[in-house]
């Protein structure tokens, strides 16, 4: 009987539950999202769902991969007229790249956030860029800005000069016509761990060889700013040391290049203490728009300079910091490039001679003006790892101006940031509100009592 009705049907299998996106392992999402054409387009993904936000913010190997194998994200130039109340911004416009261009359309690049005074001629004076920051003086309102116009981050500082000297904190020379010039630099120095803590600082340089340079720090605790300890100069002492060229800050130090002396003065964010590096003896006196310093790809302080602006005649050239075969640490010479290299023949009509002035190195990519005539200028980026040339603006550039590149989201790494279902907001940090933004949500305006 069994053998005609024949064997019993196989049992069912349960079925096979349903494959999610919460299934992909941390690792084979970031080896995903490495493949994202820039970081704008990460921020997008990553804010998606909790399950992106969480591969991106566990590994933290996936920045530095993510960092090495994408050129830094600018996103425009601030352009310094002095003659606007609010320093313009102009965009890069890539239509292929809509991730790009939400960036851009959903921040505060007008810089809108910033207080208004009616009477403020000229307005707020943009004084440098760093990590997505911007640091802007007010002379008429006395004060001082730190802006994120990405996340709309707004911090706001009185300005220390008259503070400090009605309360007598700076030592006062004997005769007062020592003093021919003072020159104050704010510079924005951040903590290791979050981005969203640092601290203000002011380095004020003076014409007096005992007391020649200054650091004074805002303490968010107290709302103050704090003057530090005359610190020794750097032996020997000069009797110039307000001849420095602005300050160039990256990797935890700022440096300044003297006018006149092949050194650098440095300052080391975290001591606050200076030191020196010395130069080639060629870059004494060498014009600052021709010398640069900033960061190859992995990381190493490198310096950008070219012998002469001609570009009929003259020279790229890339040093290294770095340690010889017997250890020792030293400026050493990595390549060199003719400017001829960046120059368009198109555009090279006139006996006028073409130049080339060096605006910015970061992340491995010099960023190079080339000026052909009054009245056409661009803007090329070049990898000193490819040597790979990038027309950004097309005859449309116009020097001096302060390039703009996205810093990594704060929302990328900082544990604060709140993830409820599906969507992430920013936690904020205490003592803050909220308002949100086209990639992240960041703290409204904050004035310091």
């Known amino acids: 009987m069994a053998s005609e009705l024949g064997q019993p049907p196989p049992a069912k299998c349960p079925p096979t539950a349903p494959t999610t996106i919460t299934d992909i392992s941390d690792d084979l999402l970031c080896e995903i999202f490495l493949l994202l054409p ?3 387009s990460l921020v997008r993904a990553a804010l998606a769902c909790r399950t992106f936000l969480h591969a991106v913010r566990s590994s933290p190997a996936f920045r530095r991969r993510f960092r090495a194998l994408h050129r830094p994200q600018l996103l425009g130039f601030f352009r310094e007229t002095g003659r606007e109340a609010i320093p313009p ?72 000069l008259r503070e400090i000297l009605s309360k007598g904190l700076f030592p006062q020379p004997q005769r007062p016509k020592e003093i021919r010039i003072e020159v104050l630099e704010f510079h924005i120095l951040f903590s290791e761990e979050d981005q969203r803590v640092f601290r203000m600082a002011c380095v004020q340089f003076r014409n007096i060889s005992k007391v020649p340079v200054c650091v004074a720090v805002f303490s968010p605790a107290t709302r103050e700013w704090q003057v530090l300890p005359w610190p020794a100069p750097p032996q020997p002492v000069d009797d110039d040391w307000f001849g420095f060229c602005p300050g160039m800050q990256m990797s935890g130090f700022v ?191 904050h004035k310091f009592a």
């Open 38 to 40: 820039s970081l704008p």
């Open 89 to 160: 911004f102009v965009p890069i416009r890539r239509s292929s790249d809509p991730d790009l261009t939400a960036a851009v359309s959903g921040s505060d690049f007008f810089l809108f956030r910033l207080p208004e005074d009616s009477d403020s001629t000229p307005g707020w004076e943009l004084r440098r860029c760093h990590d997505g920051y911007l640091v802007l003086a007010n002379n008429v309102t006395d004060q001082i800005a730190a802006y994120n116009p990405l996340t709309q981050a707004l911090h706001l500082f009185p300005t220390p």
């Open 255 to 445: 440096y300044w290049k003297h006018k006149s002396k092949a050194y650098l003065l440095v300052l080391d964010n975290v001591t606050l203490q200076f030191s020196r590096v010395y130069l080639p003896h060629f870059l004494r006196k060498i014009d600052p728009t021709l010398f640069k310093l900033g960061q190859t790809k992995d990381g190493k302080l490198c310096m950008v300079c070219a012998d002469d602006s001609d570009a009929n005649i003259g020279t790229l050239v890339v040093h290294v910091w770095g340690a010889d075969d017997d250890g020792v640490e030293k400026w050493m010479l990595e390549d060199t490039f003719p400017l001829s290299t960046f120059i368009d023949a198109d555009k090279y009509l006139t006996e006028d001679d073409t130049t080339v002035q060096i605006e910015a190195v970061i992340d491995g990519f010099v960023y190079l003006s080339i000026k052909y005539d009054d009245y056409t200028e661009s803007l090329i980026s070049f990898c000193l790892e490819t040597a790979e040339l990038n027309t950004l603006f097309d005859d449309t550039y116009a020097s001096p101006a302060y390039p703009y590149i996205m810093s990594w989201p704060p929302s990328l790494e900082d544990s604060q940031t709140k993830i409820t279902g599906c969507s992430v907001e920013d936690a904020g940090s205490v003592g803050t509100e909220e308002t949100p933004s086209a990639l992240v949500t960041a703290p409204q305006s």
